[in-house]
């Protein structure tokens, strides 16, 4: 699993029309907890390198039009931290704070 950042509006739009699986965390540099959730979540995606759906980063301070464009997209309200798993426009899972978990993002695919 490679983290890819989003970077543009341009590529919100491509996540919201794959038919495929996508997991996008929107992270906050100036939020103790954002920084908390992201060091966790990076040690649960290191682990994670069998895993092969696409995880997308978004700094919602420096990105903050693509951040809207998430939650705006996928009908989720604005959190951060937060982590989406979306598939075919649709959010099939989000949780924010101190829920956000690789483990459990996974899981919600089965």
């Given amino acids: 699993m490679n983290w890819i950042t989003i970077s543009s509006e341009q590529e919100v739009d ?4 794959s038919a495929d699986y996508s997991i ?3 992270h906050s540099p100036r939020c103790a907890t954002s920084l908390m959730a992201y060091r966790q979540l990076k040690s649960e995606v290191n682990a994670a390198s069998h895993i092969e759906i ?3 980063i978004v700094d919602v ?3 903050r039009k693509e951040s809207q464009a998430i939650a ?3 009908g989720v309200e604005h959190e951060s931290p937060q982590i ?4 075919g426009g649709q959010c099939v899972y989000d949780a924010s ?4 978990s ?6 919600s695919l089965n």
Avoid: W
Avoid at 14 to 17: F, G, K, L, T
């Fill in 14 to 17: 491509s996540i919201y029309q």
């Fill in 24 to 26: 996008i965390y929107k």
């Fill in 54 to 56: 696409p995880i997308y």
């Fill in 61 to 63: 301070i420096q990105n």
């Fill in 72 to 74: 705006s997209n996928f």
């Fill in 84 to 87: 989406l798993v979306v598939k």
């Fill in 97 to 100: 704070h101190e829920d956000v």
């Fill in 102 to 107: 690789l483990r459990d993002s996974l899981a």
